[in-house]
């Protein structure tokens, strides 16, 4: 397609390389895998390849589903590139939180109000038995202006489609982790994630829920051992 290397580099990730280009004048994100040299090259390419293929299915589920992701313009599958649309001036929950956190006047409700988002937006996410993989508030955008709380997911890499409510327990676990350490004082706002989720996901919430508790006792036991 492009010549990336005239491209202007947004974000490097861990993973990924993150370019902002031209589509047919749209503003386009062109995500790149890119190489692990620790990994086995030929491993490498089948990682790569799967979390690029995981990405778009979880990605195009989730839009058929009004979980809103950014839309894909176009796929690479030989150099593994998604070029998706670009959220432009968005900000990602990680910032807002802690933006507002650390603002003495800080709207305390709209925080709330962004915490019942997510906990629905990931109820209907698991209803349609997709499981996100890294659930962090940095993979969380919203669009501007932020306080019309327009979320929008990203980086479904390690994304799958799965039924069990232990997959879906994982899943929310890792965010609580992500969350607690990220967001210092976070509890009572992780519950009301929580709550709004229970709510919004109806009956299956009750088995998603002790999966939850049951990961985290696993973990306290791991750190006691450790
Ligand atoms: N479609 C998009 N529109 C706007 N910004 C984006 C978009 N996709 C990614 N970004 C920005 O680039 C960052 C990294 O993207 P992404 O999470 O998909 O890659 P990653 O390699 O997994 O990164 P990380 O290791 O930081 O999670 C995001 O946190 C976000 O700030
Ligand atoms: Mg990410």
Redesign the pocket.
């Known amino acids: 397609m492009s010549d990336l290397s005239k491209a202007t580099l ?9 370019y902002v280009i031209d589509f047919l004048g749209k503003p386009c ?1 062109v ?1 790149e ?1 890119f190489q692990k040299t620790y990994r086995h090259p030929d491993l490498d390419k089948s990682l790569t390849a799967q979390r690029t293929k995981s ?1 778009i299915r979880s990605m195009l589920r989730c839009r058929t589903n009004g979980i809103r992701t ?1 839309v894909i313009y176009f796929v690479d599958q030989i150099k593994n590139l998604i070029y ?5 001036d ?1 900000v ?1 929950v ?1 910032d807002y939180v802690t933006a507002i956190q650390n603002n003495p006047d800080g709207d305390t409700h709209l925080l709330e109000a962004l915490m019942q988002k997510v906990g629905s937006t990931l109820a209907t996410m698991h209803e349609k038995n997709i499981i996100h993989g ?1 659930l ?1 508030t ?2 969380m ?1 919203l669009r501007n202006p932020p306080e019309e709380l327009n979320l ?1 997911l ?2 479904f ?1 390690l994304g799958y489609i799965e039924n069990l409510a232990e997959d879906k327990g994982v899943d929310l676990y890792v965010l609580e982790r992500a969350f607690l350490s990220t967001h210092p004082n976070t509890e009572a706002l992780f519950e009301l994630l929580l709550q709004s989720y229970a709510k919004d996901y109806g009956k299956g919430a009750v088995e998603v829920l002790r999966k939850l508790d049951e990961v985290r006792q696993r973990g306290r036991k791991r750190t006691m051992v450790g």
């Open positions: 947004l974000k490097q990730g861990a993973e990924a390389k993150i994100i995500k895998r990405e950014p998706m649309e670009y959220i432009q968005s990602t990680r890294d962090t940095s993979n955008l929008i990203i980086d890499g």
